[in-house]
């Protein structure tokens, strides 16, 4: 008798069911090997059939750059959502954000992923940004990677600081005020660029409905065309940088193993357990609303979005054309530069260069800790450059003077600690991005937290 036969009529019906749903689970296990073979040959169209084992450690990549295409997709599903409610006129724009969290079902979880998602990615990213810098992944064959990875990094960045007006209350409107207030100062055409980019000569409905264009076509397209150039550029290079201890024969590329499942398997995990913290902070915490913007009133203080604090609080100490224009000019270019150097030996693989470097990164650190938070404190209290340079120039007495002094110091650091560890250019040039990198995350911590109304220096309490 055939075996079917004796199932009870129920149980084909739910069968049959499932078999219109996953044809591929009722099949035989020959069958349904077929599918998994399927379905693995599509994976493995835009992934390489084998990876160096070594370069699956959690402790190479710390799974960021899969975290970032994760929070990129993210933000692109629940960006779309939003267009269906939001309205990017100041008359509509709070009102229409009110009611989608009051009156759309899952509205305020659906806004929270994407705040949350979006300043999450700001850090994945500059945190992947670093663990690529101090693994040596700019060394060639990857030299261009790191130019498409910083072009990222920007398009993320300005994602992030359109998104910041969309919902038009008055941390928005003003954030983006002074912010946009600063493009002023770049020489020749600051002012042409800024009546540019707020569609007039200052913030308004035109500003906006810009800002919504470009955060919501312009910006993601840019995402869109880099990330697979990015994916493209890394699989040129012959997969990742291996790591390997400072001793060890770089050319060792060890065993390799399969991608599926070793790789993939952990990028699921990655991918999941980061939807889950995102998740379940989207439904603890809200993103913050204020009443809505009002042109007339500026709170006080007046901060930017939370990562151009850091250029907000240098320009409270160096005149706007040195803090808001030749510095980060400065910053961007040598960021450009940098795997362009002649370096004296090819670092790639290894954790900070070498011993040596880890151990002068540290000191560079710790320089910066002292050294920065002693002159924020000094130029609050204690020097008057502008008053005791009576006559020159602003630019002069507070830019120019504090500029070249801070070059100087900078150059001294570099040919001493250099000099001291007898080192390759590769440690001392890293020791000098460790350096003004912390400088610059102190600038951040003390315009974030520690400056209160009128911008004087506060306790936080
Ligand atoms: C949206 C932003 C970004 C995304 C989605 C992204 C994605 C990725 C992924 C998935 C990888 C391979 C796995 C890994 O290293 O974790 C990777 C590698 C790489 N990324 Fe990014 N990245 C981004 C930003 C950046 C930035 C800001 C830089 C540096 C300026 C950068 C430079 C590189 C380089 C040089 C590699 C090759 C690393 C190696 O061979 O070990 N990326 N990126
Ligand atoms: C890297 C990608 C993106 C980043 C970093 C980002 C970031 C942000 C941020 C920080 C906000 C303000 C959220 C708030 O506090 O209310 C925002 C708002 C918004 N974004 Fe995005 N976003 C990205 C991609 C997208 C995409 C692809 C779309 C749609 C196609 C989109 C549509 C919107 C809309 C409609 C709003 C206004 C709603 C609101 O403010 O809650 N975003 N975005």
Do not use: C
């Amino acid at each position: 008798m055939p075996q079917h036969e004796a199932v009870p009529e129920k149980v084909i019906f739910f069968r049959r069911v499932r078999h219109s749903i996953f044809p591929g689970t009722t099949r035989s296990v020959k069958g349904r090997e077929g599918y998994r073979r399927f379905f693995n040959s599509l994976i493995l169209h835009f992934r390489p059939r084998t990876v160096p084992e070594r370069t699956l450690r959690l402790t190479l990549t710390w799974g960021l750059g899969g975290m970032a295409v994760v929070l990129v997709l993210l933000l692109m599903g629940t960006g779309v959502l939003l267009k269906f409610v939001y309205e990017p006129f100041p008359g509509k724009a709070y009102e229409s954000i009110l009611h989608l969290q009051r009156d759309v079902t899952f509205g305020q979880l659906i806004r929270n992923i994407h705040h949350w998602s979006g300043n999450t990615l700001l850090i994945v990213a500059f945190l992947h940004f670093l663990r690529v810098f101090f693994t040596g992944a700019f060394h060639p064959p990857r030299q261009f990677n790191w130019i498409i990875g910083l072009g990222l990094f920007f398009t993320v960045l300005l994602s992030n600081f359109t998104g910041y007006l969309m919902p038009w209350d008055q941390l928005a409107y003003w954030a983006i005020t002074i912010s946009t207030a600063m493009l002023a100062y770049i020489p020749g055409v600051g002012r042409w660029l800024q009546v540019l980019i707020l569609g007039g000569p200052e913030i308004g409905p035109a500003t906006l409905s810009n800002f919504y264009a470009i955060h919501t076509a312009i910006l993601p397209a840019i995402l869109i065309i880099l990330m697979p150039f990015h994916f493209w550029r890394v699989r040129k290079a012959g997969g990742l940088v291996i790591p390997h201890s400072p001793r060890e024969n770089e050319k060792n590329r060890g065993e390799s193993v399969e991608t599926i499942p070793n790789l993939i398997m952990r990028e699921v995990v990655v991918a999941l357990v980061l939807l889950a913290v995102i998740l379940v902070f989207s439904m603890l915490f809200d993103a913050p609303l204020e009443s809505k913007a009002n042109p007339g009133l500026s709170p006080n203080p007046t901060k930017a979005p939370w990562y151009f604090v850091g250029v907000q609080e240098m320009l409270m100490h160096f005149h706007p054309l040195f803090s808001l224009f030749i510095m980060p000019v400065l910053a961007v270019i040598l960021l450009l530069g940098l795997p362009y150097i002649d370096y004296q030996s090819d670092t790639a693989g290894v954790w900070f260069a070498s011993s040596k470097g880890r151990r002068m990164a540290l000191i560079a650190a710790l320089t910066a800790i002292i050294v920065t938070p002693a002159g924020i404190l000094a130029d609050e209290y204690i020097i008057d450059l502008a008053g005791r340079s009576e006559g020159l120039p602003g630019a002069i007495s507070n830019g120019l003077i504090p500029f070249a002094f801070i070059l100087a110091a900078g150059a001294g650091f570099y040919i001493l600690i250099k000099r001291r560890y007898d080192a390759l250019n590769n440690e001392a040039i890293q020791a000098i991005f460790v350096l003004f990198l912390v400088a610059f995350i102190i600038l951040t911590v003390t315009g974030i937290w520690f400056r209160g109304p009128g911008m004087k220096l506060m306790w936080p309490y």
